[in-house]
């Protein structure tokens, strides 16, 4: 179980803070839910907390992992020759799955791909729903503001 002022990610919308434990009634049915506050568009999440770890909610990542996602940034880029439709369907798993680094790759690929092909109206929509999962992260495990992160971010992907 999570406390007030434990910083969760919840996959597909990015990391926050949770901010409140409420009880709601849903369908005749009490439940506790966590209410997430996330520092990116100032959203706020109810998670049912019988069903957090079902979900995917986990704990931000810690300096180590910063790091390494920074390295998966950093990387050169290995392109795919999927069609974008299989891309499409590959690159959503991986963002469903939570897993940071999957979502680093997937801002990486695709900055890559739109500076030498472009994108299909989707695939800029997810790099942007991505870079904002990624960036929320960060942003929260490095204590900065959403500008410095992209601004850090895109620095990163550029140089390769």
């Keep these: 179980m999570y406390n ?3 910083k969760i990610v919840y996959p597909m919308h990015g990391a926050g803070v949770v901010e409140a434990i409420e009880e709601k009634e849903v369908f005749g049915e009490k439940k506790q839910y966590y209410v997430i506050t996330m520092p990116c568009g100032d959203m706020k999440l109810m998670v049912p907390v019988n069903n ?13 992992d910063v790091k390494n996602v920074y390295s998966v940034l950093r990387e050169d880029c290995q392109s795919t020759e999927l069609n974008w439709n299989k891309r499409y369907r590959a690159n959503m798993d991986k ?3 939570g897993d940071i680094y999957e979502v680093a790759k997937i801002v990486k690929t695709l900055s890559s791909r ?6 299909s109206t989707g695939e800029k929509k997810m790099l942007s729903n ?10 929260l495990a490095e204590n900065t503001n959403s500008d410095i992160m992209c601004e850090k971010i895109d620095t990163m992907i550029c140089k390769n």
């Design 4 to 6: 007030i002022g434990d």
């Design 52 to 64: 957090a770890d079902s979900i995917g909610v986990r704990k931000i990542i810690n300096d180590t």
């Design 95 to 97: 963002m469903k799955s």
């Design 114 to 119: 739109d500076r030498e092909k472009g994108l």
């Design 130 to 139: 991505a870079k904002q999962i990624l960036i929320s992260e960060l942003i």
